[in-house]
């Protein structure tokens, strides 16, 4: 069955950088896109962007350009996202999404704080 | 940017029909999907395309889609439907996934 098991939960000081991983099973990992979507406590879900996992090539929404990178390792099946120049804004659950699309499987999502 | 308003809340009685919209300019000519979200839970896709239902997803939950509104319907509605439901497009212009603002439906 298709799972994406994500890293534990982070804590971290504002200006640091985070890297959450995403280890995809089930499936063949380089045949779906997948998408990283957070969410802040109590608040809507915001998409942030997508890797092809065959190719590389990613796509950022704007407002996280220049402060987010994804990146994975197909030897491994597993797809990273990781979030630079952290404030405390940037505290949330992010959750990995594979996207056929629409996104039909999730991760089980990782919680990130920004805290001094 | 592309935007999706959805109502903060919607009612309905056990039993009854849910009716939860979606709007955004012309999103008639947008594929519309709908996710379910829990508390502490991952989302769940409920509908895909304006009117899919994935395997698994009970034929109470139906979608539609026109002109400026998309609409998820749930039929005869169940304690186990409580949840917050977010409407998602992909935005051509901004090359992009656009979520709504969600929705949290109780049902009395």
């Known amino acids: 069955q298709v799972q994406l098991v994500q890293s534990g939960a982070e804590v971290k000081k504002p200006g640091a950088s985070v890297k959450v991983s995403c280890k995809a099973s089930?499936?063949?990992?380089?045949?779906?896109?997948i998408n990283w979507v957070r969410q802040a406590t109590g608040q809507g879900l915001e998409w942030m962007g997508w890797?092809?996992?065959?190719?590389?090539?990613?796509g950022y929404a704007q407002k996280f350009q220049g402060r987010v990178t994804m990146t994975r390792n197909t030897s491994i099946s597993t797809a990273y996202m990781e979030l630079s120049s952290l404030r405390s804004e940037d505290t949330a659950v992010y959750y990995c999404?594979?996207?056929?699309?629409?996104?039909?499987?999730w991760g089980q999502g990782t919680l990130v704080t920004v805290s001094s | 940017s592309y935007e999706l308003t959805q109502p903060l809340s919607v009612s309905v009685a056990l039993g009854q029909t849910a009716r939860i919209t979606c709007g955004g300019n012309n999103i008639g000519s947008k594929n519309v999907h709908w996710y379910q979200q829990k508390p502490g839970q991952a989302p769940v896709l409920v509908i895909y395309r304006d009117s899919n239902r994935p395997s698994g997803i009970p034929e109470r939950f139906s979608g539609s889609n026109s002109g400026n509104t998309a609409t998820l319907t749930i039929s005869r509605a169940q304690a186990g439907d409580e949840a917050d439901y977010y409407c998602?497009?992909?935005?051509?212009?901004?090359?992009?996934?656009?979520f709504g603002t969600g929705t949290k439906v109780t049902v009395l």
């Open positions: 998602q497009v992909w935005d051509s212009s901004t090359v992009g996934y656009v």
């Open positions: 890797m092809n996992p065959n190719s590389g090539n990613t």
């Open positions: 999404a594979r996207s056929s699309p629409p996104f039909d499987y």
């Open positions: 089930g499936y063949t990992f380089t045949s779906y896109d």
